[in-house]
Structures are given as C-alpha cells and as structure tokens.
C-alpha cells in the first residue's frame, strides 16, 4: 500500500501555492471530473465564460426557497479562472485574520513573500474629493499581472504528482494513516490537507461525517450599480477592463468600496454582445456600471445534507447600520447612479470561515478538525479557516494566509523529525 506523506485537496490559488511548498512527498488532487455538469442556474458572468461543453463547474446545489445556488469548480485553478485579479492587501488598520496572524508584521511578511511570487500594481490614491463628511478617493486597480497558476505547466512539471480526480470523502483507518476516497480510486496518506474552498470542503466533510448536523460559511454581498456618466474626463482611467476603483470614507472608516467597469462586450449575453459591440465608444462615454460592497455587511449560507438532499438557506448580516445609498454620492463626482441591484445569495465570490455544526455545537473548521481527533493528521490551509474578512477581495490575503499555515506545518513537521 503506497502511502503519501500529504495529500492536498483542491488545486485553487491556496491548494496550488501549499502543493509547490510542499511537493516533495505530495500529491496533488485537483478536482477535476468526468461526470457531467449540471449548469442551470449559475451567475450569468461565469455562464459567459462557459461553453456547452465545459466542465468547470461542479457541485452545484441549488435552493428552491430561497432562489440560489451555491457550486464548487472543477477546474484547476478554482475560482480564479472568471476572478477579476484585484489583488489587494489590508491595512493594519483595516480587518485582516487577526485570529490566525495575531500579530500585523507577522500579517505583512506573508504579504511580502506573496508580493515576490505574484506581481501586481499596487493600489494607490490618485485623487480624493471632500463631500459633506465623506471623503471619496480613486484608486488605481491593483491588478495581478501573472496568472495565479498555469495549467500547462503545472501538468508539465509536476505530472506524476497531479491526480485529475475528486475528493468524495475521507476518514482516519489507524494512527497516521487517512484513506482518502476519490470519485475513481482509493489513497493513503499521513497528512491531508484541504483546500478545496469552503464549499468544496464542506462537501467532503458533509459526506465524511453522517452526524454533521450542518455547514455555515461566510461570503460578501456585493451589489450592482448602474448610471450615467456626467462629468467628463475628470478621473484617470485604467485601460484595464476595470476602469477605476472608488474608496467612500465615512467618519474616517471606510464605508464602501466600488469598482467601475469599462463597458466590455463580454459582460454581455449573445445577444446583446454584438450590440454591443458596435455601439462600444458611444455607450462608455454615456454609461457606467460596476460593483460595490458595504462595511459590514456579509451573507451567511448554511448547507445541510438529509438523506443524500443537500438543502441551501441563507441570510444577510448587517453588524452596523447598512450605509448603502451613500454609493449615490458619486453623482458629486461626475457619476450619476440610476440603479442598485441586489445580487443573489453566493454571488459574492469570496467565500471564507467554514463552520460546522457538530453535536449541536458550532466549530470553526480548525476547532472540529480537533474535536474530531484528527488535529495531527488533517490540516485546512484555504479560506476557510479565516473568520472575518476585509470589504475588498480577498484573494492575497487568502494566499499569506495559506503561506503562513504552511510554513508552520513545514516546521511542526521537521520538529518532529529532530525529536
Ligand atoms: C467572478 C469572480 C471574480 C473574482 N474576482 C476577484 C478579484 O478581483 N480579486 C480577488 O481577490 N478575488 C476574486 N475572486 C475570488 C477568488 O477567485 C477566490 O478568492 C479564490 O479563487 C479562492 O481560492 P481557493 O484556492 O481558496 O479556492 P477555489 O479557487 O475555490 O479553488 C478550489 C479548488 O478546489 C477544487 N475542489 C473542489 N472540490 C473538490 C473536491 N471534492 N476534491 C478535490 N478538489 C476539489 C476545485 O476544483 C478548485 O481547484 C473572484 C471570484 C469570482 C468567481
């Protein structure tokens, strides 16, 4: 029986940056499937970028009652083959994992070893506007300019490693020893370590464990903005598919952040898009659309598993009084909103803090993975071990999140060797 030291579930940024730390002695399962994929229902941006015969999307649950759905890619790479590389880190001032990091420099130096491994344009102020008692800064978009991973080369590279395979369960056979069950194969190893987004672990937990009672996991509540530009040529425009990013102060606390986009004939569906196409330069001078995200706002989905059924709900959280029609002060600035539109549930993206209902009981990931006995043997370096995050996306902090938790794993583990 071949047993691996560590198998990492999940070949997203966070599976695929603790699989080049760590690709020694481990194996790499990426999430792929040969099953066919049920796509009714997914957020019309990504039903853009999906062909008829793509495979991408996996899991898909949907809820009747509430008119949502929530899904787990099947692609290396995850999410971040529709992301839209905005690569922001958080001030010390701002919310980053505090319960992880403990300490902001400790925060920062996995920011900086980030920073040399995917190269991005920072984010800068380069204009700020005095409104009443709010302050509205522009900011360029902090793109990343590498693809977070490439499929090509990764297969290339590390090919004996890569499993194109799925993860349906696991469980614990004897002391150091996991069997690992895929949708094609059975594996052994010492370590495993999930990185299969909240949504991807919580399935596998789901079928891991028959007395899991349910799932909570966290994710923004973005929303869409739609108007008329009116003031012309008064902000620096990025040539970037995103046009500009907007910071709104309120109070010195940063109470919404926005990102307008430039009119792009793919944001459409076929049959708008070669309207689109042709009315491009007449329809950006006239129009804006973009996105926005208010502090302190999230959504919470809870999945629960009966008989097999997978049954979805969720609701908002506002911890502070919703601040949402200050998005509307962009019309001092030369952009006249129109329209807000509420997104669905799930359509946030930036799904973090996986908690399990255990015994009645409810566990953040880290705390069952104990509660359980596999504290030695099952590790979670992803999203969802971070509790709380920052209202702009999340995906470098994701990243010096995973970097830290490997580091830490690389040196319990060669500790233990010395002992
Ligand atoms: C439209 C869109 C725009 C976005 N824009 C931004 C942005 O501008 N900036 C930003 O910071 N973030 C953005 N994000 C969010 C970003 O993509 C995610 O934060 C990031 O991808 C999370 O990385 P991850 O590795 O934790 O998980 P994921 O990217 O979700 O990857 C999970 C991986 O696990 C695999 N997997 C799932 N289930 C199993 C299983 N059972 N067995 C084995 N493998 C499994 C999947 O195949 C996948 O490879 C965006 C997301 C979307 C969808």
């Not at 899904?71 to 001032?93: A, I």
């Not at 962009?330 to 209902?357: D, T």
Request: net charge positive.
């Amino acid at each position: 029986m071949l047993v691996y030291s560590n198998i990492i579930v999940g070949s997203g940024p966070s599976g695929y940056l603790a699989f080049k730390k760590l690709n020694k002695k481990s194996l790499l399962i990426t999430g792929e499937t040969q099953k066919k994929i049920f796509t009714d229902n997914v957020h019309p941006k990504i039903k853009l970028k999906l062909n008829k015969k793509t495979n991408k999307i996996s899991d898909l649950i949907y809820s009747k009652k509430n008119n949502f759905s929530i899904y787990s890619t099947s692609e290396v790479g995850g999410l971040t083959n529709y992301w839209g590389k905005q690569f922001f880190d958080y001030k010390e001032n701002e919310y980053w994992p505090k319960k992880i990091f403990k300490k902001f420099t400790e925060y920062k130096k996995n920011l900086e070893i980030i920073n040399k491994l995917y190269v991005s344009i920072k984010s800068e102020v380069i204009k700020k506007t005095s409104v009443k008692n709010l302050l509205i800064n522009q900011l360029t978009p902090p793109i990343l300019k590498t693809p977070v991973l490439n499929k090509g080369l990764l297969k290339k590279e590390f090919k004996k490693k890569l499993v194109e395979d799925r993860v349906i369960s696991f469980k614990k056979i004897k002391k150091n020893l996991i069997e690992v069950i895929t949708e094609n194969k059975i594996f052994y190893c010492k370590n495993l370590i999930l990185c299969a987004g909240p949504i991807g672990n919580a399935l596998i937990l789901l079928r891991s464990f028959p007395n899991i009672n349910y799932l909570k996991f966290k994710d923004d509540n973005p929303r869409i903005i739609f108007g008329l530009i009116v003031g012309k040529k008064k902000y620096h425009h990025s040539k970037d598919t995103k046009l500009m990013d907007f910071d709104i102060i309120k109070n010195n606390r940063l109470a919404i952040y926005s990102t307008i986009y430039r009119v792009d004939p793919d944001h459409f569906n076929i049959y708008l898009k070669p309207f689109i196409k042709i009315f491009k330069k007449v329809l950006s001078k006239i129009f804006f659309y973009g996105q926005f995200w208010v502090s302190g706002e999230y959504n919470e989905i809870k999945l629960k598993k009966n008989n097999d059924i997978f049954h979805l709900s969720a609701k908002t959280i506002n911890s502070q009084k919703n601040n949402v029609s200050i998005i509307k002060k962009l019309n001092n600035i030369g952009f006249k909103v129109l329209k807000i539109i509420n997104l669905n549930f799930a359509y946030g993206f930036h799904y973090h803090c996986l908690q399990i209902n255990y015994k009645g009981k409810l566990y953040l990931i880290n705390e069952f993975i104990s509660k359980v006995n596999l504290k030695n043997n099952v590790f979670c370096f992803d999203s969802s071990v971070i509790d709380k995050i920052f209202l702009k996306p999340p995906t470098k902090t994701y990243l010096a999140t995973t970097n830290y938790l490997v580091e830490k794993f690389i040196k319990k583990n060669s500790d233990n060797l010395k002992l």
